[in-house]
């Protein structure tokens, strides 16, 4: 089953925040983190392993709770260059990873 | 180093053809995954290989879907015969091992008229 994102679209002006959150019905080994800019492959953003590593992005954090099975995307001061759909990917215990419809991020000058 | 390069890159193509869609993946990489992207069903994972091998296809729609992995640094997607709901883009990603970070291709955007 694909995980849950809110918001399914958000419409941001240079330097606001946003907050994307993930939510799965399925146990959480890790949540793999994409952005996909319009005409484009996704890219790889972040991976939050079981147990609290975390590994990613410079500017952008995110958080991964177990026992609820969410996980958080944190965009702070955002920039142009953060326009795009961020995709969320939990990974199961087979490590192989079910996206979600995605959320529409799109900031403004 | 090449990403992962997919072709061909636009395919148009009757209802009934056979349609094939070629993937290499990052040298050294040994995980490889197909996904099909639309509008209404978003990203879905359709089959994904470790070493070669098949581990999970339960995402493949139907029989009229294969895919192979004949070696390390190619594999294919076919379509027989495509139908006009199979239209969308296809991506193909690898990464150095399931539940490593993926590195998507550039896709396969397949219309089926």
């Known amino acids: 089953q694909q995980p849950v994102q809110s918001p399914q679209a958000v419409i941001l002006r240079e330097g606001e925040d946003a907050v994307i959150n993930c939510s799965s019905s399925?146990?959480?080994?890790?949540v793999h983190w994409y952005r996909q800019k319009h005409g484009e492959a996704p890219v790889f953003l972040m991976i939050l392993l079981k147990g609290g590593e975390q590994k990613g992005h410079d500017k952008i954090s995110a958080s991964f709770n177990e026992k609820k099975q969410q996980s958080s995307l944190y965009l702070t001061a955002s920039q142009l260059s953060y326009s795009g759909t961020y995709f969320c990917g939990p990974g199961g215990s087979q490590g192989n990873l079910i996206f979600g419809k995605g959320t529409k991020l799109s900031v403004k000058p | 180093d090449a990403g992962v390069i997919q072709s061909p890159r636009h395919e148009v193509t009757e209802m009934g053809q056979e349609v094939t869609l070629r993937c290499k993946p990052i040298?050294?990489?040994?995980?490889l995954f197909w996904y099909r992207q639309t509008m209404m069903r978003g990203l879905e994972l359709l089959i994904y290989?470790?070493?070669?091998?098949?581990?999970?296809d339960s995402g493949m729609p139907e029989d009229r879907f294969s895919a192979k992995m004949p070696n390390a640094s190619f594999s294919t997607l076919k379509i027989q015969p495509s139908e006009p709901r199979d239209s969308a883009v296809y991506f193909c990603a690898s990464s150095s091992g399931v539940g490593y970070e993926q590195y998507f291709g550039p896709g396969t955007r397949l219309t089926v008229t």
């Open positions: 040298s050294g990489h040994n995980s």
């Open positions: 399925k146990a959480l080994y890790s």
């Open positions: 290989f470790n070493n070669n091998v098949p581990i999970d």
